[in-house]
């Protein structure tokens, strides 16, 4: 079956009782138990589990060709269920450029939990390999990165980390399963930022984690993290998340063409002084891409020869470009990075991120044009 099919027919099959087409929402917290305690359906209780969040993890698995999915209330969740499981003194490994909140996390509560971590250029394999440590347990890797689009070898950085006993973790937020399949390139973790593509419409919270061949053992501890901790996500989540699901492969098909054009257009422009897409041929990871992603997404980034004064213009004239936060959505984004990054800001003054979305690309690129203009 392929990617679109699947994503039609994944976690969708007729409801048992009724025949119901559209799977139903359990928004249950208990289960009953049978009169010797056992559970006749291996549910408890809702933060252990429940079968809306069920129906959605097994698609996808499918979609990552993973061995098991879990569902949590945020990316932000999923990351630290994880990141609760590792032992302590665990040292982890990020790219310099990860995504800010996971920065945040690293940062601030790393120290009070024993671990440790470092931050390095990981689209530069010899960076990578000279901040691996005795002690690292796990490879964090973000490709496409956020916010300059950079891009990793995820070949190469899961031999280096198998080389060391470690494991490769890859946010394929940007990316979604329908462009990158980081788990057939010898990844051992997939992180989601559900809130992102896969909810595709700016309305629901969630995140999720898939895990590969060998990793049953940290799939149950991050099982076990997310109904200890609280990490769960909402049954109304996942019945969305598993809604967007199903139209992903067109959508994602959309955003890029449209961001293709977009790219395009201010690339050629002259206030514009660097475009950070890897679709475009002078991109530094344009090549790898081509490689180990199915089309380039669409996320994209730019720098105004005006710095920071022109990137704050630029995007105050906007008019279709909603000047928010997040990403991935039906309507298109604008966002002044180093304004949202705040204490820990590596974006550089003048960059605006676009979220690319699946209005008409020649009035997103007329939009953009106007706005340059003044
Ligand atoms: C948004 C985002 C996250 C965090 O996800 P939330 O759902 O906001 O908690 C993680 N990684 C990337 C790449 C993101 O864009």
Request: charged share 15%; with cysteine; net charge negative.
């Amino acid at each position: 079956m392929r990617l679109e099919t699947l994503a039609v027919h994944a976690g969708a099959a007729p409801d048992a009782e009724t025949g119901a087409l559209a799977p139903p929402l359990h928004l249950a917290t208990t289960f009953e138990h049978a009169p010797d305690g056992s559970l006749p359906h291996g549910l408890v209780y809702q933060r252990t589990d429940n079968p809306t969040q069920q129906r959605f993890e097994q698609a996808l698995a499918a979609l990552e060709h993973g061995t098991r999915a879990l569902f949590f209330g945020s990316g932000m969740a999923a990351g630290t269920a994880l990141l609760q499981s590792l032992p302590a003194g665990s040292h982890v490994l990020f790219p310099d450029d990860a995504y800010h909140g996971f920065r945040a996390l690293a940062l601030q509560y790393f120290a009070r939990w024993d671990l440790r971590c470092d931050f390095a250029d990981l689209s530069n394999l010899d960076a990578a390999r000279a901040a691996l440590t005795p002690r690292t347990v796990l490879l964090w890797a973000e490709t496409p990165s956020n916010p300059l689009l950079k891009i990793s070898d995820i070949a190469a950085l899961a031999e280096l980390a198998h080389a060391r006993g470690a494991r490769l973790l890859v946010d394929n937020t940007f990316a979604t399963p329908v462009l990158q399949q980081p788990l057939t390139l010898g990844a051992d973790i997939v992180l989601h930022s559900v809130t992102k593509y896969i909810g595709g419409h700016s309305d629901l919270m969630a995140g999720a984690l898939v895990f590969g061949n060998g990793m049953q053992a940290l799939a149950q501890q991050a099982f076990d993290a997310r109904t200890t901790v609280g990490l769960h996500g909402s049954p109304f989540a996942a019945w969305l998340a598993l809604r967007g699901l199903h139209s992903l492969p067109a959508r994602m098909a959309w955003h890029q063409r449209n961001a293709h054009a977009v790219a395009m257009a201010l690339s050629a422009h002259p206030k514009v002084a660097r475009v950070h897409y890897p679709g475009l041929p002078q991109h530094p990871g344009h090549a790898l891409a081509a490689r180990q992603m199915r089309e380039f997404g669409g996320m994209l980034s730019f720098e105004l020869t005006g710095g920071r004064e022109a990137a704050l213009a630029c995007a105050g004239r906007l008019r279709l470009f909603a000047n928010a936060t997040s990403l991935g959505g039906c309507e298109s984004l604008v966002e002044h990075r180093a304004s949202v990054e705040g204490a820990h800001a590596v974006s550089p003054p003048g960059l605006l991120r676009l979220s690319v979305g699946l209005e008409h690309p020649d009035d997103l690129v007329g939009d953009l044009l106007q706005a340059l203009a003044d």
